[in-house]
């Protein structure tokens, strides 16, 4: 079996999302965000992937399986110290910016938020965790959105200043890693996550979407830059959704296409945050969809002056594109789509499993930036069968993670520099694109159901031990 060298201090780990574990959704002075109000079931996905949304709650039409979610908010001591015993380097949260600042543009920060916080960095601080956190997970205040239309309001860049520099201060001395916004280019499949709004057809989306995107990216850059003046010794990231874009054939026509998709989705964000300029190939994609941007003086400067220190990136697919698709070819379950790759099996939700992409993500990447890479989301999302005697044996998530490891581990010799790896769902929670129970990514089993019902209880998957002997081993026993 071969070994692999991974560095030492490499941040093994597992990552998770504010409003996908808390749950406590109006305890504490918390206000309302963009997940409180999006239901369970298919029927998110077809909010979150259409135009049209009154981000009202529907509490006789819908159940809302994040307002109790795993109830990390009164659980977060058993769970860190489960992480504790598989042996966790690094964690990775979010901050939800409604515990902080419950509608968003206040003038002081909520104490009671501010204190769960300092709770939980503690707790990770007694077994020696190091937190890594995410400002903005997809927990935008609904008032922003309501009020003020998210990002696509200019006012919205120093509200999120305001709560940057609020939690930024106040765990200085706690918190080491930072990124600034989950999945930033995810806005342009999914805008009601990403930047707060719902555009009313496909014809008017591009001009408000690509301002609201250089709102957040303003907003990003002033988070960096407020992020190494108090906290010096701090690392502070950007985070993208990377998924490595393949020519369906050999067609110049569809090499072209798949690298200007591959442009669009997986470099336009990345650019900005990393070099801190707009690059060359957005001009004439801004040209042909009559995009203006309406950019302050000193924007620009803002952007060149908050670059990213490292690139943290979420990869659980590739993606494969021709020019001209059919319903026949169509990949459905990619949530990002494409065409079907017919090289590659599929999960129980139909996304496309490619270790090997991870490998080519992580070339592409820093052959593109020569900043440190991070892998702060991957893994696999099947149903899990509790056997008569309790036990899980969930081998398939085993084998899924393991040759996405050894993928990392061959990038490694490669010549990447890659800081660590976190995978997504370290503990059963809800869906992000389902509001789904039943997707369970986990190490540890959260008897948790789709309807709501269930008691919370925990237990240990298969994986849980096979986990706590790969980072043990610093990735030699996989």
């Known amino acids: 079996m071969k070994k692999y060298d991974f560095p030492k201090g490499f941040l093994w780990g597992g990552a998770t999302a504010a409003n996908q574990i808390e749950g406590g959704y ?13 239901p369970g079931g298919k029927e998110r996905y077809n909010i979150l992937m259409k135009p049209g949304f009154d981000f009202e709650i529907h509490e006789d039409l819908f159940f809302y399986p994040n307002h109790e979610a795993i109830d990390f908010y009164h659980r977060y001591e058993e769970d860190i110290a489960l992480f504790a015993e598989m042996g966790f380097k690094a964690f990775r949260l979010s901050i939800a910016w409604t515990r902080i600042f419950p509608n968003g543009d206040e003038s002081e920060p909520n104490e009671e938020g501010l204190a769960f916080y300092d709770r939980v960095f503690d707790e990770l601080q007694k077994y020696g965790i190091e937190p890594v956190v995410t400002i903005s997970h997809y927990e935008m205040p609904v008032h922003l959105v309501k009020e003020y239309g998210g990002w696509r309001n200019r006012k919205v860049v120093s509200f999120f200043e305001r709560y940057a520099k609020a939690i930024l201060g106040r765990y200085k001395d706690k918190v080491k890693y ?14 009601i996550n990403g930047l707060g709004f719902s555009y009313q057809s496909e014809e008017d989306k591009y001009q408000p979407t690509f301002q609201a995107y250089h709102h957040q990216l303003v907003a990003s850059a002033i988070a960096v830059k407020a992020c190494h003046e108090l906290i010096p010794k701090s690392k502070i990231g950007c985070m993208l959704l990377f998924a490595p ?37 957005i001009k004439r994609y801004f040209k042909e969809h009559r995009i203006s941007l309406e ?7 803002l952007l060149k002056d908050g670059t990213v220190d490292y690139i943290g990136f979420s990869y659980y697919m590739s993606r494969t594109e021709k020019k001209v698709k059919s319903d026949a070819d169509s990949s459905e379950g990619n949530i990002i789509g494409g065409v079907r790759n017919p090289f590659l099996e599929t999960s129980d939700w139909g996304w496309e499993i490619d270790p090997e992409g991870l490998r080519i993500s992580l070339n592409k990447l820093y052959d593109r930036y020569q ?33 996405h490891i050894k993928a990392m581990g061959e990038a490694i010799e490669d010549g990447v520099e890659l800081m660590g790896y976190t995978s997504w769902g370290c503990i059963d929670m809800v869906s992000m694109s389902t509001g789904e129970f039943s997707k369970r990514y986990g190490y540890i089993y959260v008897d948790k159901h789709d309807d709501g019902s269930g008691t919370m209880k925990r237990k240990k998957k298969k994986s849980f031990y096979w986990y706590k002997d790969v980072i043990e081993s610093n990735g030699e026993k996989l």
């Not at 930072?178 to 805008?191: A, D, H, K, R």
């Not at 950019?295 to 400067?301: A, F, H, M, T």
């Open 371 to 403: 900043k440190p890479l991070f892998v702060v989301e991957n893994g696999l999302g099947a149903y899990d069968k509790e056997e008569e005697d309790g036990s899980i044996h969930d081998d398939y998530r085993i084998d899924y993670l393991r040759e």
């Open 26 to 38: 109006k305890e504490g002075n918390k206000g309302l965000n963009i997940a409180d109000v999006l």
């Open 295 to 301: 950019i302050l003086e000193g924007d620009l400067d």
């Open 178 to 191: 930072w990124m600034t916004f989950n999945e930033i280019n995810s806005g342009l499949v999914m805008p």
């Open 245 to 281: 874009v393949y020519a369906y054939d050999s067609n110049p026509e569809n090499v072209m296409y798949a690298l200007q998709e591959e442009q669009l989705f997986n470099y336009f964000c990345g650019d900005v945050q990393v070099r801190g300029e707009y690059p060359a190939f």
